[in-house]
Protein backbone atom coordinates (compact mmCIF):
# COMPACT_ATOMS: atom_id res chain seq x y z
CA UNK A 1 0.00 0.00 0.00
CA UNK A 2 1.41 3.16 -0.85
CA UNK A 3 0.99 6.51 1.34
CA UNK A 4 0.61 9.99 1.86
CA UNK A 5 2.31 12.14 3.89
CA UNK A 6 0.92 15.75 4.38
CA UNK A 7 0.98 18.82 7.02
CA UNK A 8 -1.03 18.61 9.60
CA UNK A 9 -3.94 20.77 10.37
CA UNK A 10 -6.19 21.92 13.04
CA UNK A 11 -8.33 19.93 11.60
CA UNK A 12 -6.34 16.58 12.56
CA UNK A 13 -6.24 17.29 16.32
CA UNK A 14 -8.98 14.75 16.70
CA UNK A 15 -6.86 11.91 14.70
CA UNK A 16 -3.99 13.11 16.70
CA UNK A 17 -5.71 12.33 19.56
CA UNK A 18 -6.29 9.02 18.63
CA UNK A 19 -3.28 7.89 17.60
CA UNK A 20 -1.74 9.28 20.99
CA UNK A 21 -4.40 7.03 23.00
CA UNK A 22 -2.54 4.36 20.67
CA UNK A 23 0.74 5.23 21.58
CA UNK A 24 -0.05 5.07 25.51
CA UNK A 25 -1.78 2.18 25.04
CA UNK A 26 1.38 1.04 23.09
CA UNK A 27 3.15 1.85 26.32
CA UNK A 28 0.54 -0.35 28.55
CA UNK A 29 -1.81 2.98 29.27
CA UNK A 30 -5.21 2.66 28.28
CA UNK A 31 -7.26 5.55 28.54
CA UNK A 32 -10.62 6.17 27.27
CA UNK A 33 -11.19 9.00 24.77
CA UNK A 34 -13.73 10.23 26.97
CA UNK A 35 -11.67 10.33 30.17
CA UNK A 36 -8.70 12.13 28.45
CA UNK A 37 -8.97 15.07 30.99
CA UNK A 38 -8.03 12.82 34.03
CA UNK A 39 -4.66 12.56 32.31
CA UNK A 40 -3.32 16.18 31.49
CA UNK A 41 -0.08 14.62 31.00
CA UNK A 42 -0.99 12.95 28.32
CA UNK A 43 -3.77 15.29 27.59
CA UNK A 44 -1.28 18.32 26.73
CA UNK A 45 0.03 16.95 24.33
CA UNK A 46 -2.90 16.69 21.54
CA UNK A 47 -4.91 19.67 23.37
CA UNK A 48 -3.76 22.97 22.43
CA UNK A 49 -1.75 22.03 19.40
CA UNK A 50 -1.80 24.91 16.93
CA UNK A 51 -0.79 24.02 13.52
CA UNK A 52 0.38 27.92 13.19
CA UNK A 53 3.19 27.38 15.61
CA UNK A 54 4.15 23.94 15.86
CA UNK A 55 5.25 21.14 12.85
CA UNK A 56 3.04 18.18 12.37
CA UNK A 57 2.79 15.62 9.79
CA UNK A 58 0.29 13.49 8.69
CA UNK A 59 0.22 9.91 6.91
CA UNK A 60 -2.74 8.82 4.70
CA UNK A 61 -3.56 6.16 2.60
CA UNK A 62 -4.22 6.81 -1.16
CA UNK A 63 -7.90 7.66 -0.13
CA UNK A 64 -6.95 9.98 2.82
CA UNK A 65 -7.89 7.72 5.45
CA UNK A 66 -5.24 8.95 8.35
CA UNK A 67 -3.26 6.00 9.56
CA UNK A 68 -0.63 8.03 11.47
CA UNK A 69 0.93 11.13 12.85
CA UNK A 70 4.19 12.86 14.01
CA UNK A 71 4.23 16.61 15.58
CA UNK A 72 5.90 18.50 18.62
CA UNK A 73 4.65 20.73 20.64
CA UNK A 74 6.48 23.37 22.84
CA UNK A 75 5.52 23.14 26.73
CA UNK A 76 8.04 24.61 28.35
CA UNK A 77 7.01 23.60 31.51
CA UNK A 78 6.92 19.88 31.10
CA UNK A 79 10.33 20.35 29.21
CA UNK A 80 12.91 17.18 30.54
CA UNK A 81 15.86 19.92 30.55
CA UNK A 82 13.99 22.91 31.79
CA UNK A 83 17.72 24.92 31.14
CA UNK A 84 17.33 24.27 27.71
CA UNK A 85 12.76 23.73 27.39
CA UNK A 86 12.81 22.10 23.35
CA UNK A 87 9.69 20.94 21.36
CA UNK A 88 8.45 17.09 22.10
CA UNK A 89 8.20 14.50 19.86
CA UNK A 90 5.02 12.70 19.26
CA UNK A 91 4.60 9.79 16.97
CA UNK A 92 2.07 7.59 16.72
CA UNK A 93 0.25 4.74 14.36
CA UNK A 94 -2.66 2.82 13.62
CA UNK A 95 -2.13 -0.92 14.93
CA UNK A 96 -3.09 -1.93 11.20
CA UNK A 97 -0.78 -0.02 9.40
CA UNK A 98 2.31 -0.49 12.04
CA UNK A 99 5.58 -2.03 10.65
CA UNK A 100 5.19 -0.84 7.06
CA UNK A 101 7.79 1.96 7.28
CA UNK A 102 5.27 5.02 8.66
CA UNK A 103 6.41 5.37 11.65
CA UNK A 104 10.40 6.12 9.97
CA UNK A 105 8.97 8.06 7.53
CA UNK A 106 6.85 10.26 9.18
CA UNK A 107 10.16 11.20 11.65
CA UNK A 108 11.76 11.95 8.35
CA UNK A 109 9.36 13.97 6.84
CA UNK A 110 8.87 15.94 10.65
CA UNK A 111 12.59 16.62 10.44
CA UNK A 112 11.72 18.26 7.16
CA UNK A 113 8.85 20.47 8.74
CA UNK A 114 11.17 21.44 11.42
CA UNK A 115 13.69 22.59 9.79
CA UNK A 116 12.00 24.30 7.29
CA UNK A 117 10.39 26.18 10.34
CA UNK A 118 14.03 27.09 11.82
CA UNK A 119 13.39 23.98 14.47
CA UNK A 120 16.82 22.22 14.80
CA UNK A 121 16.94 20.47 17.92
CA UNK A 122 13.74 18.32 19.32
CA UNK A 123 13.12 16.39 22.74
CA UNK A 124 11.18 12.77 23.52
CA UNK A 125 10.31 10.63 26.13
CA UNK A 126 9.19 6.46 25.64
CA UNK A 127 8.12 3.97 28.18
CA UNK A 128 10.90 2.22 28.78
CA UNK A 129 8.93 -1.22 27.62
CA UNK A 130 7.66 0.60 24.29
CA UNK A 131 10.46 -1.60 22.15
CA UNK A 132 9.57 -0.75 18.86
CA UNK A 133 9.47 2.70 19.80
CA UNK A 134 12.67 2.71 21.17
CA UNK A 135 13.82 0.62 18.00
CA UNK A 136 12.74 3.63 15.26
CA UNK A 137 14.25 6.63 17.51
CA UNK A 138 17.47 4.43 17.80
CA UNK A 139 17.43 4.15 14.05
CA UNK A 140 17.19 7.92 13.77
CA UNK A 141 20.15 8.23 16.36
CA UNK A 142 18.48 9.62 19.22
CA UNK A 143 20.39 8.65 22.43
CA UNK A 144 19.52 8.34 26.29
CA UNK A 145 19.58 11.65 27.77
CA UNK A 146 17.95 10.88 31.07
CA UNK A 147 14.91 8.83 33.06
CA UNK A 148 11.82 10.15 34.24
CA UNK A 149 9.85 7.20 36.06
CA UNK A 150 9.31 4.59 33.74
CA UNK A 151 10.09 7.07 30.51
CA UNK A 152 13.61 6.97 28.45
CA UNK A 153 14.21 10.78 27.72
Known amino acids: MNFRYRQATSAD ?3 M ?6 AAASSGHFIEPERLDEYPDTEIYGKGWHAEKECG ?3 ETETGE ?6 IRNIPELAHNPEKPLPELTLGVL ?13 SELYKSCRTNG ?5 LGVHKENVPALKL ?5 W ?3 SRFKDYIM
Open 95 to 107: PAFRRQGIGERLM
Open 57 to 59: IIA
Open 119 to 123: IHEIS
Open 17 to 22: TTVLLE
Open 66 to 71: PVGAAW
Open 137 to 141: YGKHG
Open 13 to 15: IPF
Open 143 to 145: KQE
